[in-house]
């Protein structure tokens, strides 16, 4: 079945350090990826998202390649501040329209 | 905006209690899922919507149930709470179609079970 793994946390950087938080999966067909963001106390909110192969979403100053080659979807950042500090999600469509799989979450903490 | 409203924040039962976990989002939107959250597992699906009336077993439904009898409305049931239940439940929804609409989510009830 469908599957995402992401690099486990957590990550500490110092304030415009450069971020990569890696993500690969495992689908069938052709699904939608995702990046997610969880700040302290709030649920989850959409970061970006990439519907096909060669697509790069992009938010915030936070961008991903869905690059079907190597099933991967990362996460990067030129330059962090510490409002970036939060827990990402990654995440793909599933198998049956509207549901998403989820990787475990890498928490961030940036530091001044 | 699209609004996804949990009825509680935080919420203490006892073992044993039937607890209930109410959802309503207000855009309209056909797919309606409870997640549940707990440290180094991610997010994982319970039960999930596609409509009124309609209910699909996620990835861990065993000791919960659902109810859709509006479309705004998902509730989450938990029969017998027990401690293991323990975690944050999160709420979310998304247009119908074959998963390119991104979720909605509420901001989470943290339920402990004693």
């Known amino acids: 079945g469908n599957s995402v793994t992401q690099m486990e946390g957590p990550v500490t950087l110092s304030e415009e350090a450069f971020l990569t938080i890696n993500c690969t999966y495992t689908a069938t067909g052709y699904p939608s990826l995702f990046w997610y963001v969880q700040y302290p106390g709030e649920g989850l909110q959409l970061l970006l998202k990439a519907t096909k192969a060669d697509d790069k979403g992009s938010n915030k100053g936070f961008e991903a390649t869905y690059r079907k080659e190597t099933t991967s979807f990362h996460l990067e950042k030129g330059s962090v501040q510490v409002s970036d500090s939060a827990v990402y999600f990654c995440a793909l469509s599933g198998d049956q329209g509207g549901k998403l799989i989820f990787g475990q979450g890498t928490e961030l903490s940036v530091k001044p | 905006d699209v609004k996804v409203t949990q009825s509680s924040r935080y919420l203490v039962k006892r073992t044993g209690e039937k607890v209930f976990l109410e959802c309503v989002q207000d855009?309209?939107?056909?797919?309606m899922f409870w997640y549940r959250q707990d440290p180094g597992l991610g997010l994982r699906l319970i039960y999930f919507?596609?409509?009124?009336?309609?209910?699909e077993k996620g990835d861990i439904p065993e000791g919960y149930s659902v109810s859709r009898e509006k479309k705004e409305r998902f509730s989450l049931i938990l029969e017998s709470a027990s401690t293991n239940q323990t975690s944050m439940y999160l709420c979310?929804?998304?247009?119908?179609?074959?998963?390119?609409?991104?979720?909605?989510f509420g901001n989470g009830t943290r339920l402990t079970v004693t």
């Open positions: 979310a929804s998304s247009l119908g179609g074959q998963g390119k609409s991104p979720l909605h």
């Open positions: 919507s596609y409509d009124v009336k309609m209910k």
């Open positions: 855009m309209d939107h056909e797919n």
